[in-house]
């Protein structure tokens, strides 16, 4: 077949070359239409090969090629080759398509990473596969079952800009080579070759295990050389590896550890020979071309093994007896052992010119940067020399400062450093340099690759090493620790330097030769547990017979932290000083974990003193070899910890939300981890299974108990026979199973295959296993991205998912539900609702059977939910359809359903990840409990006092114990209704838990409120009292039975909350009466909502003991007495804007609980503190101002600062929140929005967590707190979070916070200086420290809720926000109105913005009274209010202080006639509110007066209203278009005027505009207008104006 392409191809593209070579045009200006295929059909088994010439750095992606069954004479070309249909395979990246479809998401090699030069081909064999070849290396099937007839497909796509045709015929004959292999070892097995020790050995691990064999000699001879390739390249699946020396006798067999050990001492018994220049023991190695060198032991002279010829040191690699090539090849590779093997001369070492901070030293191994706490660059050195091929260049970090952000960066160059004038920093270099920095590459100082590794060089830690080597290929490669990292660049330049930048906190490091023995065998160990695990553990001594007789017990190695010691014969772990230090107390297992082994310690001892405690996990490290770091945490390889609630690995958060939280633990807990055989990672808290935490871990792992903070002793339980079975299920475990998630009936054990079947929507990725699902280009695609279960439903079964991720882009969210097609004859259409047939799916709140609604309303709305909500279905084995919202059931949503179903998620709009819950299985009548266990969690109540208690009238079956706190039923299933003690005040939680369950009896507990008065009841037993509750009429009742509401026995509502019906052991149920006279019922502390309403006031808590349920305690307490101590406190000003009248007495402020605040020492690297730590300021940059509280902030308290000093220079302000874990080891990064681990954030008008954005509009801006502003955070009794500013609570920002939590400030852009206040501070403007409170002013002393002075006017400072954007705006449009400013009040700070930033500033109510009798206003929220100025003569300090405040509408041309006159009079004008004479009074009619009419006749009216929402209607107030002469923008503008109108001077009637809906929710419309027609009754208080 001719290498050519055809003639047709996409728009784009231009051929030459004969038709060999194609070229994108335009390439910097578009990245598609490239498609060429090739000029004939493809014969079995030829490569159809292409060159890539020439790429660009504009675009993503990269080149695709694969084939297709469409001829290209009659092709229609796509954009794209995905956009192929009718029988096209494309391999795009790593990704195989089918006709656009993803049919394997992992294969081959990445094509976006190749580069100019590398050659791409396709194949199709003769069975039909499709087979990728890379620069002629066969990737391995693609796809099967191709047509014969398939033209080969080229996209020259994205960076490609051009390609050529390099060949098209079958891959070279390998036969032969294989033939020539196979003889070879004939010849070695036949051989009595000194390197047959392991032969059968190594060959039956590798018949049994079929897993890895490591290839020795490679190893030990790259080991000793310390210049070929320190880390070997093994590769799976290839012939035999090759063989340890022959010293013992060929049948000898020894065990792994016994081949450990071996390995060992070899090695150390070659380094000393190596560097006491004496007798060393040579090693052939492997050639080239596979040949094998000989060993021998000739003084380091030369290798022997029969070829006296064999010269040493490798040179030529020592012969065979039976003429193998080996002799002629294998010192390529083979031992260096002549004392001459590597100079001085020859050693790396840095080059004696370097940066202007350097100073080298240890002859010139070790470089360091001076003034590092001044100076942060200059640090740049270079290696003296190039590097060779394949050779490693290493270094170890010997110091850091904490001080900078930034770290060492390290990478290679082309320049001589003899010729380089050296940069502040190698990335200045814009030519011939490629340097790690962080996690990503910089080639030229650009980034080229962002995540290279999941290590990040900025975070590594002194003794860490870094190390980079060139391949032979080209191939530039990293390693961190002695492992490698991949490929960072390909066809690096043949003579590169190594270079080094001493950068930010990177001070000195040290050039490592590896010859130190400690350090080649910690390397060596390392690369022995990544190749074969089970290697890597210790013996003491040299063994060639195993013990059967060694203990297998569990222990703790001796090896620990630094503060830490192992007594007990090495069961129990502690840190004798723990009040004095918090980290240094990591201890590890002396032997890895058995797959399925259990390792479980218990906490003996406790502190108080530190934040944090116990963390637990496992590792790949050798505790024998590692050099224990502070905190595990801090060890960035072969690590995985539980800490707090979470998982990390390698230092990296992989699970925020995961089981208990350890940092909650006391003494006695106890805590356990285990590596099940699948490599699933799985957490036990109090022998209960957090579910798994990782995958992949590999086998022969420590376990690792780190005792941190609190925890100070630890033992280790030996005895796992009170564990429960471990679980089997593989399913989604972060998800934690919240109070009230259905579970199965066998709990955590229970198994649970489903997963998402394979087939899916277009833009749909299954990852995970097939437990998460994915919608790919989620910003750019909203839709076409339906998933399906992989099998049927089965009766009862829930399929719970948990939404993991969304995005504010689109409308519409998730769609969930069920149908009947079978996945492989779907054809996924847009969205599942276009289905027509055998589906039913809910879609926000509405029921769709086939596309069509068939109900709408259903209890629950999918559009409504966010991120880390479930969403659950099932159905029932009577075809009923129940979708269950976080664990509640949400009731029947649709019945008759087929008994086959799959569920479908529709991954639409916002939603955008998703993954099946550990709760997904079968379903029973139990509610999953809580794994809290009361010995890790105590319940306390959340108000102080005194615990409830049940009163001692009740029902005959019930027996009360502990002092009327726990009551049973001794018989039968009835006749258990118990009461409170007392009558529960408003807001007052009765809450038990429940003790004990009776399975053989349907039906549950039953609570809710009774007008019945126990004491009325005659003496117990009560047998005239009713057996159940739901038969208790003589009273008024409201209860919960199961998820129906009751009002005496009658059904109010159902499906509410979660059913009682499904609690059992553990679970606590509460019920309040709130202060708006509702019934919340509790279960497990989250209220479930309002259950009933018009609740009587004097009412009991009222409990039927009935059914399955025995037995309950209380675990609440009374409210106490002064309520008012327990409220939130908040700031009294004299300066708000608006006030409520109120003639209640003034409530005292509250104390605030006695816990001192400062901020923590570790912090922004840009804040300074001061003032014992109350005052913290930024002093450089506009970030890196992040703040924390040395102390965790209690519940009800407030934590409340100030802001000191504003930037204008900057933009943006502060943000403002709390951490859920603790901060002393926090890296903070250079803004709060980068913290992603149990944050929650306030910042502008939003509330974000852990990054992602759960409210909007809430609050002020921040951006628009002005200096002197007092902001304050609050988390309540039910672990909701609140902002204050200046003392006004904003509302709840966030649920379910942590505890304990740290408040959390980020000094950002304007905000340079807060600091803590510590005792009462009045809010902005307040007139003196001693602020009257609002209840001691007389009425007539309030107006807008101002405290007048002898003048009726504004007081200072009655608008807080001084940079406010939208008064500048609005003042600059009535500067163009020319009014004079003799009628305004000279002081501008008067003026009052009613923007949303400011009047949230103020705390401003939207409704207030004024007057006598006080009558009702609005706030004119929107506007802005420009104070006028009142004339001497008006009595306002007697007489307006009692009148009413009203607003009218007018036009901008009326404005300066009714400022002269100081009151609204009649004009011609068209503002339908301005006065009109008597005789056009008529409904509806407004016109102007008559020409002639006689003014003095005229009775003027004047139309005015108490909102402005009716007054500021544009058909009142019209708008008129200014532009602003700062940003030249066109905006449209309304005025009004705010006035006080006298009490019975006007009349209250209905608006005029014969609107039917309500204009104001606070008016009637029977109400909003307000006529006066008294001459003087009003007068001008204020100009309004509002621009959009």
């Known amino acids: 077949m001719a290498a050519e392409l055809h003639p047709r191809s996409g728009k784009l593209i231009g051929l030459s070359n004969s038709n060999r070579t194609a070229q994108r045009n335009q390439p910097v200006q578009e990245f598609n239409h490239g498609l060429v295929l090739s000029r004939e059909p493809l014969r079995d088994r ?103 007839r398939l033209w080969a497909v080229v996209d020259l796509y994205g960076k490609c800009t051009q390609v050529t045709v390099v060949s098209c015929e079958p891959p070279p004959d390998i036969e032969e080579d294989q033939e020539e292999d196979e003889e070879e070892r004939e010849e070695e097995v036949a051989s009595p070759s000194p390197a047959a020790l392991m032969t059968e050995p190594c060959r039956d691990h590798e018949d049994r295990t079929g897993t890895l064999v490591l290839s020795t000699v490679p190893v030990i001879a790259t080991a000793m050389n310390g210049s070929a390739e320190e880390v070997p390249e093994v590769t799976r699946g290839h012939s035999r590896p090759d063989k340890f020396p022959n010293n013992f006798e060929p049948e000898t067999v020894l065990t792994e550890h016994q081949l450990f050990d071996v390995f060992n001492n070899a090695i150390v018994s070659l380094y000393r020979s190596e560097d006491e220049g004496g007798e060393d023991l040579g090693l052939g190695g492997r050639g080239p071309d596979s040949s094998r060198g000989g060993t021998g032991s000739n003084n380091g002279a030369r290798g022997t093994g029969g070829n006296e010829n064999g010269s040493g040191g490798g040179a030529e690699g020592g012969g065979n007896t039976n003429n193998s090539p080996s002799g002629n090849a294998g010192g390529t590779s083979g031992l260096t052992v002549a004392p001459s093997g590597m100079t001085t001369n020859d050693a790396l070492l840095f080059h004696e010119k370097c940066g202007t901070l350097i100073k080298l030293s240890n002859n010139n191994k070790t470089a360091e940067r001076r003034r590092p706490l001044d100076e942060f660059n200059n640090g740049v050195v270079m290696t003296n020399r190039p590097l060779r091929h394949n050779e490693m260049f290493e270094i170890r970090i010997d110091k850091l400062v904490d001080k900078w952000s930034g770290s060492i960066e390290i990478g290679v160059t082309t320049h001589n450093p003899n010729n380089l004038d050296y940069p502040a920093t190698m990335t200045n270099l814009r030519s011939g340099t490629i340097m790690m920095s962080g996690c990503g590459i910089l080639t030229n100082g650009k980034g080229t690759r962002r995540e290279y590794c999941e290590f990040s060089l900025d975070e590594l830690q002194e003794g860490d090493h870094i190390g980079l080597m060139r391949k032979a290929s080209g191939a530039l490669h990293f390693y961190i620790n002695g492992i490698d990292q991949g490929v960072a660049a390909n066809q690096t330049p043949g003579v590169v330097y190594g270079v080094v930048d001493l950068y930010g906190m990177a001070v000195k490091v040290t050039i490592v030769h590896n010859h130190n023995h400690s350090d080649r065998l910690r390397r060596n160990n390392a690369i022995m547990r990544a190749l074969s695990p089970d290697v890597g553990r210790p013996r003491p001594a040299l063994s060639l017979t195993p013990d059967p007789e060694a203990p297998d017990r569990l222990l703790f190695h001796p090896n620990c932290g630094q503060k830490a010691a192992i007594i007990g014969d090495g069961r129990t772990a502690l840190r004798p000083h723990a009040t004095d230090d918090f980290n240094h107390g990591v201890v590890l297992s002396n032997r890895p974990l058995h797959s399925n082994e259990v390792f479980q310690v218990r906490i003996d001892k406790m502190v108080d003193k530190w934040a944090g405690s116990i963390e637990i996990g496992v590792t790949t490290h050798n505790p024998a070899y590692l050099q224990l770091p502070s905190t595990m945490t801090n060890l960035r390889s072969g690590t995985w910890m539980m800490t707090g609630n979470g998982v990390m690995h390698n230092g990296t958060t992989i699970l925020d939300e995961y089981g208990h939280n350890l940092d909650r633990l006391k003494a006695g807990d106890t805590v356990g981890v285990v590596r099940k055989e699948d490599g699933s990672l799985h957490f036990f808290v109090n022998g209960v299974p957090q579910g798994p935490a990782a995958w992949n871990v590999p086998p022969s792992v420590y376990a690792v108990v780190d005792l941190y903070g609190q925890a100070a002793q630890a033992t280790i339980m030996d005895d796992m026979a009170d564990l429960p079975p471990l679980p089997d299920d593989s399913s989604e475990g972060p998800t934690a199973m919240s109070p009230g998630s259905p579970c ?277 037993p009560l047998s005239g009292l009713s057996p159940s509750l739901t038969q208790l009429r003589s009273k008024v009742t409201w209860l919960l039975a199961g998820s129906e509401v009751r009002r005496n026995g009658v059904l109010q509502r159902q499906n509410y909350g979660c059913s009682l019906d499904r609690l059992t052991v553990g679970n606590r149920v509460g019920v309040k009466r709130c202060s708006d006279d509702t019934m919340h019922i509790f279960i497990d502390g989250e209220d479930m909502g309002p259950a009933a309403t018009a609740v009587a006031k004097n009412v009991y808590a009222v409990l039927d003991l009935y059914g399955k349920v025995t037995a309950v305690s209380i675990v609440s307490s009374t409210l106490v007495e002064d309520t008012e101590s327990v409220k939130a406190p908040s700031l009294s000003s004299d300066s708000c804007s608006e006030g409520e009248e109120d003639t209640t007495p003034c409530e005292s402020e509250p104390a605030l609980v006695p816990m001192a605040m400062a901020f923590l020492e570790n912090h922004g690297k840009n804040i300074q503190l001061s003032n014992q730590n109350l005052t913290a300021a930024r002093v450089s940059s506009y970030n890196q101002g992040l703040l924390v509280t040395a102390q965790a902030l209690p519940r009800q308290q407030l ?172 003042s600059r449009f009535k500067d163009l109105l020319t009014l004079p400013d003799g009628y305004f009040n000279e002081d501008a700070k008067y003026n009052l913005c009613y923007c949303e930033s400011c009047h949230k500033l103020r705390g401003d109510e939207a409704y207030y009274k004024r007057g006598e009798p006080p009558r009702d206003y609005a706030l004119p929220f929107g506007w802005c209010r420009f104070a006028l100025r009142i004339k001497p003569h008006c009595e306002v300090s007697n007489t307006f202080k009692k009148w009413h405040i009203a607003y009218h509408g007018t036009n901008v041309g009326s404005l300066r006639r009714t400022l002269d006159h100081s009151q609204i009079l009649p004009a011609e004008s068209s503002s339908i509110f301005s006065a009109s004479p008597v005789k056009a009074e008529g409904h509806g009619s407004y016109g102007e007066p008559e020409e002639n009419s006689a003014p003095e006749r005229e009775i003027p009216r004047v139309r005015l209203s108490p909102t402005m929402r009716y007054s500021g209607l544009e058909v009142f107030a019209p708008k008129v278009q200014f532009r602003d002469p700062r940003s030249l923008r066109c905006h449209h503008a309304q005025v009004g005027f705010q006035v006080c109108v006298r009490p019975g001077s006007y009349k209250v009637g209905p608006q005029s505009l014969g609107a039917s809906e309500s204009l104001d929710p606070r008016f009637s419309n029977t109400e909003i207008e307000w006529i006066t027609k008294e001459k003087g009754g009003t007068l001008l208080y204020g100009l309004l104006i509002r621009v959009e």
Not at 806 to 824: F, H, K, L, Q, Y
Not at 1245 to 1272: A, M, Q
Not at 1304 to 1320: A, K, M, R
């Open 744 to 1020: 199965s009936i066998t709990g955590a054990s229970a198994t649970s295959d489903l997963r998402f079947h394979q087939l899916h929507g277009t833009n749909a990725v299954i990852t995970n296993g097939g437990r998460t699902a994915l919608r790919q280009n989620c910003r750019s695609e909203f839709n076409d991205a339906i998933v399906i279960s992989n099998r049927c439903l089965r009766d009862g079964e829930l399929f719970e998912i948990v939404i993991q991720k969304m995005v504010d882009r689109w409308s519409g969210s998730i769609e969930a539900g069920v149908t009947a097609i079978r996945p492989e004859e779907l054809e996924f259409p847009n969205t599942m609702t276009d289905i027509d047939y055998d589906t039913w799916m809910l879609s926000g709140t509405a029921i769709m059977q086939d596309g069509n609604t068939m109900r709408n309303n259903y209890g629950c709305d999918l559009d409504s939910l966010s991120t880390g909500s479930r969403i659950g279905m099932m159905r029932t084995a009577s075809g009923d359809l129940h979708y269950y919202i976080n664990g509640v059931d949400q009731g029947v949503a649709c019945t008759g359903l087929p008994p086959e179903v799959y569920a479908v998620i529709d991954l639409y709009g916002q939603c955008v990840q998703v993954s099946i819950t550990s709760s997904s299985g079968p379903l029973d009548n139990s509610l999953c409990t809580s794994n809290i266990t009361e010995k890790s969690f105590p319940i306390h109540s959340p108000v102080a006092g005194v615990a409830h208690r049940l009163h001692n009238k009740h029902g005959k079956n019930v027996v009360l114990l502990g002092d009327g706190c726990q009551a049973v039923r001794v018989g039968g299933y009835a006749h258990g209704i118990v009461f409170s003690a007392k009558e529960l005040k408003a807001d007052e939680l009765f809450e038990v838990k429940i003790n004990e369950v009776d399975e053989q009896w349907s039906g549950s507990l039953r609570i809710g409120l009774t007008t019945l008065q126990p004491p009325d009841l005659p003496s117990c």
């Open 46 to 148: 030829d490569v159809f090969t292409v060159r890539i010439d020439k790429k660009v750095n504009s675009w993503s992606g990269s080149i695709e090629i694969g084939v297709t069954a469409l001829d290209p004479a009659a092709l229609d070309f796509p954009s794209s080759a995905t956009g192929l249909k009718g029988g096209s395979w494309i391999v795009s990246g790593c990704s195989v398509l089918k006709d656009g479809r993803s049919v394997l998401e992992e294969y081959g090699r990445d094509l976006d990473q190749l580069g100019e030069g590398d050659r791409v081909g396709i194949q199709r064999n003769s069975r039909g596969e499709l087979h990728l070849w890379v620069n002629g290396q066969d990737c391995g099937t693609a796809a099967s079952g191709l047509p014969p």
């Open 1199 to 1370: 934590f409340q600062f100030q802001i000191d000093r504003l930037n204008s220079s900057w933009t943006s302000s502060l943000s403002l929140g709390v951490i859920g874990h603790t901060p002393d080891r926090l890296n903070f990064p250079s803004t709060a929005c980068c913290l992603k681990r149990s944050v929650w954030l306030l910042q502008r008008d939003s509330v974000f967590h852990n990054s992602l954005k759960i409210c909007e509009n809430y609050g002020p801006n921040l951006d628009t707190c002005p200096e002197g502003t007092v902001l304050g955070l609050l988390v309540d009794a039910n672990g909701c979070l609140h902002l204050y500013v200046n003392g006004m609570d904003q509302g709840v920002a966030a649920q379910d916070i942590p505890s304990p939590c740290y408040p959390l400030i980020d000094l950002y852009g304007q905000c340079e200086q807060v600091t803590i206040v510590t005792n009462h501070v009045p809010a902005v403007g307040a007139e003196s420290s001693e602020a009257r409170c609002q209840g001691d002013m007389e009425k007539a002393d309030m107006v807008d809720g101002i405290k007048e002075s002898v003048c009726w006017t504004p007081p200072p400072e009655v608008n807080p926000n001084k940079t406010c954007e939208y008064q500048a705006l609005c």
